[in-house]
């Protein structure tokens, strides 16, 4: 089976621009989770998304959502950027409500 | 959001030596996932455990989940150069469906 997967690997964006990052999920995996992870803050929870439907949210501002399509792929938006959104982030399958997998991530650089 | 307590936060060992660390919280979780994480990588699952008191094994890794629920520990034995790397420990709690991971341990083996 593969993996999950995650595009693009690499973004160089500039202050108030806007940004989508996309997430397929491993195949027959229903529920994606979106994470933020910084040097500081270590690993943020974003959102998740299970039969496109937004079950669960973290912490941040509303410039950051996110949607989930009929076959699992999943798509995470973040507007007006700041500096401070520079990040790896990170999307997770699962398949069951247990275990989640990790994809390789985005690494966003806002400059 | 709320992070699990990792300890240690860092390690440096000589090759050969065995490995040991653990994630603490004061609330009961239903599953323990242990990861590691390359750098610019995602975390890859190592263990996943789901039982109170389970001890699992994936080749020199071993990993416990607490009898009180509110710990897990990883052993790394023999430890080789390839582990070097930030392993992670993660709690998902079903009230509320959501991960939670611990700040991280840094592995530097000395060959």
């Given at each position: 089976?593969?993996?999950?997967?995650?595009?693009?690997?690499?973004?160089?964006?500039?202050?108030?621009?806007?940004?989508?990052?996309?997430?397929?999920?491993?195949?027959?995996?229903?529920?994606?989770?979106?994470?933020?992870?910084?040097?500081?803050?270590?690993?943020?929870?974003?959102?998740?998304?299970f039969?496109?439907?937004q079950?669960?949210?973290?912490?941040?501002?509303?410039?950051?959502?996110?949607?989930?399509?009929?076959?699992?792929?999943?798509?995470?938006?973040?507007?007006?950027?700041?500096?401070?959104?520079?990040?790896?982030?990170?999307?997770?399958?699962?398949?069951?409500?247990?275990?989640?997998?990790?994809?390789?991530?985005?690494?966003?650089?806002?400059? | 959001g709320?992070?699990?307590?990792?300890?240690?936060?860092?390690?440096?060992?000589?090759?050969?030596?065995?490995?040991?660390?653990?994630?603490?919280?004061?609330?009961?979780?239903?599953?323990?996932?242990?990861?590691?994480?390359?750098?610019?990588?995602?975390?890859?699952?190592?263990?996943?455990?789901?039982?109170?008191?389970?001890?699992?094994?994936?080749?020199?890794?071993?990993?416990?989940?607490?009898?009180?629920?509110?710990?897990?520990?990883?052993?790394?034995?023999?430890?080789?150069?390839?582990?070097?790397?930030?392993?992670?420990?993660?709690?998902?709690?079903?009230?509320?469906?959501?991960?939670?991971?611990?700040?991280?341990?840094?592995?530097?083996?000395?060959?």
């Amino acid at each position: 089976k593969a993996g999950v997967t995650q595009t693009p690997r690499y973004l160089i964006k500039t202050r108030g621009q806007q940004v989508t990052l996309s997430c397929s999920p491993i195949s027959g995996h229903r529920s994606v989770s979106w994470y933020q992870q910084t040097p500081g803050q270590g690993l943020q929870f974003l959102f998740e998304y299970f039969s496109e439907t937004q079950r669960n949210k973290g912490n941040f501002p509303g410039r950051f959502s996110g949607r989930q399509f009929s076959n699992s792929r999943s798509e995470m938006n973040v507007s007006t950027l700041e500096l401070g959104d520079s990040a790896l982030y990170l999307c997770a399958s699962s398949g069951t409500r247990d275990t989640q997998y990790f994809g390789p991530g985005t690494r966003l650089t806002v400059l | 959001g709320q992070q699990l307590n990792q300890s240690p936060q860092s390690m440096f060992i000589q090759e050969g030596e065995d490995v040991s660390m653990n994630c603490t919280s004061s609330s009961i979780f239903n599953t323990w996932l242990w990861y590691k994480q390359d750098p610019g990588e995602g975390p890859v699952l190592l263990i996943a455990l789901y039982k109170a008191g389970e001890l699992t094994s994936n080749g020199r890794l071993t990993a416990q989940f607490g009898i009180t629920r509110k710990d897990s520990f990883l052993n790394i034995s023999a430890s080789i150069p390839s582990d070097v790397g930030i392993y992670f420990c993660a709690g998902l709690r079903y009230t509320g469906n959501q991960f939670y991971f611990g700040t991280g341990t840094s592995l530097t083996v000395i060959p």
